[in-house]
């Protein structure tokens, strides 16, 4: 398996690079110039992929002797994630590097945090432009819908019929651009003329709530051929769903989800096929991007560049978005290399 950039996989062995003292003034809430007091603020705390990327922020926070934690809601919503931006701030936090349940309902908040002088990084899903002073992308929005409807077309016979997105929540600014791009991509490519989506439905990033979600879909949908679930939530209970009720390997099943999860549904031949990228390198692209925005050696707007530890160079796009790199695919020949 290639990464492009340097992963836990990919870089085994290579030395960690510490940026050592970074010059510039602090930024950052009431810390003290050299403090790094970093929090991230998941979609949801008991979600296992944003444990991966916490791992990688964690990892960061230890190279730049800056501290880490993380908080946040038990459901994925905005509105959950709002008392959790308050408290960050009222705690003057260095910064908050967050991942968007909903960009405009948590934006106000975000943007109050701002005013104190509190660098935000959104990772995963972006928040509000103006409300956020970098977005760190995991993947190309594009290259992501594209695979998606690439994959479930090579898993279905003939590539023709009925599919589904189980997205997470409707509100998520991640999933709904991946589900536009795919939905571009249907419409516009006559290799998936075949193909017609009939239905998105939103599971929540709740395993309960994506396992009636997809019984749903299978009863609605009695000659559906195959579902996107671009979630690593929904995946995995739709794959369980679809072995449970016979209908693996009859109805295809692709999208977004971790090795861990899905490890046992990719060799009993539930899912064929599916994508990611280093969740961990997120997160430590995401702190690493945060500490230097704190620490004043970047401002966060287009066309800087910086260094970011053992991963390498990024330059900041005209959107005020870094890109982590591209989604790999994990299949039945990979998956077992891969622990996470
Ligand atoms: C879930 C979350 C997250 C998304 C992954 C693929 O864990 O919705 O935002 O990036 O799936």
């Given at each position: 398996?290639?990464?492009r950039?340097?992963?836990q996989f990919?870089?085994a062995?290579?030395a960690i690079?510490?940026?050592?003292?970074?010059g510039g003034s602090?930024?950052g809430g009431?810390a003290?110039?050299?403090t790094?007091?970093?929090?991230?603020?998941?979609?949801a705390v008991?979600?296992?992929?944003?444990?991966v990327?916490a791992?990688?922020?964690?990892?960061?926070a230890?190279?730049l002797s800056?501290?880490?934690k993380?908080?946040g809601?038990?459901?994925a919503t905005?509105?959950?994630?709002?008392?959790f931006?308050?408290?960050l701030t009222s705690q003057?936090?260095s910064?908050?590097?967050?991942?968007a349940d909903d960009?405009?309902a948590?934006?106000p908040?975000?943007?109050?945090a701002?005013q104190?002088?509190?660098?935000?990084?959104?990772?995963d899903?972006?928040?509000?432009?103006d409300?956020?002073?970098?977005?760190?992308?995991?993947a190309?929005?594009?290259?992501i819908g594209?695979?998606?409807?690439?994959?479930v077309c090579?898993?279905?016979s003939g590539c023709a019929g009925?599919i589904?997105?189980?997205?997470?929540?409707s509100?998520?600014?991640?999933?709904?651009?991946?589900?536009?791009?795919m939905k571009?991509?249907l419409?516009?490519?006559s290799?998936?003329?075949g193909l017609k989506?009939?239905k998105?439905a939103?599971?929540n990033?709740?395993?309960q709530?994506?396992?009636t979600?997809?019984?749903?879909?299978?009863t609605?949908y009695?000659n559906?051929?195959?579902?996107?679930s671009?979630t690593?939530?929904?995946i995995s209970?739709?794959?369980?769903?679809?072995?449970?009720t016979g209908?693996?390997?009859?109805v295809?099943?692709?999208?977004?989800?971790?090795p861990?999860?899905?490890r046992?549904?990719?060799?009993?031949?539930?899912c064929k096929?599916?994508?990611?990228?280093n969740?961990?390198?997120?997160?430590y692209l995401a702190?690493y991007?945060a500490?230097?925005?704190v620490?004043?050696?970047?401002?966060?707007n287009p066309?800087?560049?910086?260094?970011?530890?053992?991963l390498?160079?990024?330059?900041?796009?005209?959107?005020g978005v870094?890109?982590?790199?591209?989604p790999?695919?994990f299949k039945?020949?990979?998956?077992?290399?891969?622990?996470?």
């Amino acid at each position: 398996m290639r990464w492009r950039r340097g992963s836990q996989f990919a870089t085994a062995g290579m030395a960690i690079l510490v940026l050592a003292a970074c010059g510039g003034s602090a930024g950052g809430g009431g810390a003290s110039p050299a403090t790094l007091n970093i929090a991230f603020l998941p979609k949801a705390v008991n979600n296992p992929y944003f444990d991966v990327a916490a791992s990688g922020g964690q990892e960061a926070a230890t190279a730049l002797s800056g501290t880490f934690k993380q908080v946040g809601p038990s459901e994925a919503t905005g509105a959950a994630q709002i008392p959790f931006i308050q408290t960050l701030t009222s705690q003057n936090v260095s910064a908050i590097v967050v991942s968007a349940d909903d960009p405009d309902a948590i934006a106000p908040a975000l943007k109050q945090a701002m005013q104190k002088g509190i660098k935000v990084v959104g990772y995963d899903s972006s928040p509000a432009k103006d409300a956020r002073n970098v977005f760190i992308n995991q993947a190309d929005t594009k290259a992501i819908g594209v695979s998606q409807v690439a994959m479930v077309c090579d898993e279905i016979s003939g590539c023709a019929g009925e599919i589904a997105v189980l997205s997470a929540t409707s509100t998520a600014t991640n999933q709904n651009a991946w589900i536009q791009a795919m939905k571009d991509e249907l419409a516009s490519n006559s290799k998936y003329s075949g193909l017609k989506l009939v239905k998105v439905a939103y599971g929540n990033d709740d395993p309960q709530v994506s396992t009636t979600e997809t019984q749903a879909l299978l009863t609605s949908y009695p000659n559906l051929k195959g579902i996107i679930s671009p979630t690593t939530v929904g995946i995995s209970a739709a794959a369980q769903v679809l072995e449970q009720t016979g209908k693996a390997g009859k109805v295809a099943l692709t999208g977004l989800g971790t090795p861990n999860l899905m490890r046992k549904y990719v060799k009993d031949g539930t899912c064929k096929e599916f994508a990611l990228w280093n969740v961990k390198d997120l997160g430590y692209l995401a702190y690493y991007t945060a500490a230097l925005l704190v620490k004043g050696t970047i401002k966060g707007n287009p066309g800087e560049k910086f260094t970011a530890g053992r991963l390498g160079d990024y330059t900041i796009d005209p959107n005020g978005v870094v890109l982590l790199g591209p989604p790999f695919v994990f299949k039945a020949d990979n998956i077992d290399q891969l622990n996470f």
